[in-house]
């Protein structure tokens, strides 16, 4: 079909207006008056309403026990160290995500060596996983990037035999099902971000879950001094009751544990419209050259969560070599706006290579390393390949077809008149990725 392209002065392809279909979180009035019976009581560093908040947490997420935190990195960071990871200790993690899923590492002494991604699923591909082990190696962070659940059974394949702890980082994924059942429940222990852009969002928070005590001990005793006191039961971290081993403070908010309550009450129900959503949006473009779904299989039992930071596959090659910048230039001149790229790999950046953060004389990478586990740019092929093969999409709170087909068809339209594009496509720039999705309105 031949349409003028609205880049080119020809109709755009959304004409509906979006009203709060892109809102979120969702905030009623239960919102409001959790938060200021917390602002009115004064109580915003108490821990009564996190705790209440923990026990539904848990019960929700099907651990024994988890643990409120002021931010997801404190979470993450915590989970390693609850875990056991120190210095000269490795983690693996994939290199395209955000830098919070293993950048702590370098405050407990360890390092991390990054593995590929799968390119459909953007997880970490467990083959490439299995070459990174070394005798250093501590933990796998499996970050379920967003939303898509990674292959979990073949992760713990690789760590179970090896004796590697096994983390997930949930942060993009709350209450996605990996062949049936809740992502965070199939690791050693889960860590996540529920900052005010993600899905299951309740302000600036974290919260860990797990079902080992150890573990959960461990991770209260970095930076929750107040509650690391006699009702610690692991023999050894008794030692030193009352003081945080970390040196942190990694107390919740108390506003945000009030608002987490209610949001978390209608979360599933929420969570299941923007499947609805999200899922009728992929419909709709199923066989479109060049783009591609970034969802499990139908009949997998794994599904996306509450699709946080939704992202599409990009194929080139179907559409004449479009670069994808060209491509998201194109639709978002239809109305609907999205962005090239997903996070920027990390293992090129001077933190991963070069900087001595803590004046160890040489880069904090290998600080404790008795080897160079460094990756230089062109290392991880398929990990910086992907910018450059994906793309933003609308993240869609509410089922409503005529907004969702208006948005589909915009991308139908620049893929079916991509021909139009190819002359005055600038290609990607340098270092195309990063968080452009993310705006405040
Ligand atoms: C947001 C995020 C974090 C960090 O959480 P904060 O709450 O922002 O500290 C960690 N990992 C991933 C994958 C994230 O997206």
Known sequence: ?????????????????????????????????????????????????TVEFEKEFAAWQGTRYALGFSTGTAALQAAMYGCGVGVGDEIICQSLTYWASCLQVYSLGGTVVFAEVDPDSLCLDPADVGKRISDRTKAIMCVHYMGYPTDMDAILEIARPRGIKVIEDVSHAQGALYKGKKVGTFGDVAAMSLMSGKSLAIGEAGILATDNLE????????????????????????????????????????????????????????????????NYFWDLLEGVPGIKAHRPPKDSGSTMGGWYAAHGLYRPEELGGLSVTRFCQAVSAEGCAISPGANMPLHSHPLFNTVDVYGHGKPTRIAHSDRDVRQPQGSLPVTELMPSRCYSIPWFKHYRPEIIEQHAAAFRKVAENYERLLPDDPGNPEGLGGWHFFRHR
């Open 1 to 49: 079909m031949s349409e003028v392209l609205a880049l080119y002065g020809g109709p755009k392809a959304v004409q509906a207006d979006p009203g709060d279909i892109f809102d979120w979180p969702i905030i009623t009035q239960e919102d409001r008056d959790a938060v200021m019976d917390v602002l009115e009581r004064r109580a915003m560093s108490g821990t009564e309403v």
């Open 215 to 278: 573990i959960y001990e461990r991770a209260l005793s970095l930076g929750h001094y107040e509650r690391f006191n006699d009702s610690i039961q692991t023999p050894y971290l008794r030692e030193a009751l009352g003081l945080p081993q970390g040196g942190y403070k990694y107390r919740m908010h108390q506003m945000s544990s009030a608002m987490g309550r209610v949001q978390l009450k209608y979360y599933d129900e929420r969570c299941a419209e923007i499947q609805k959503a999200m």
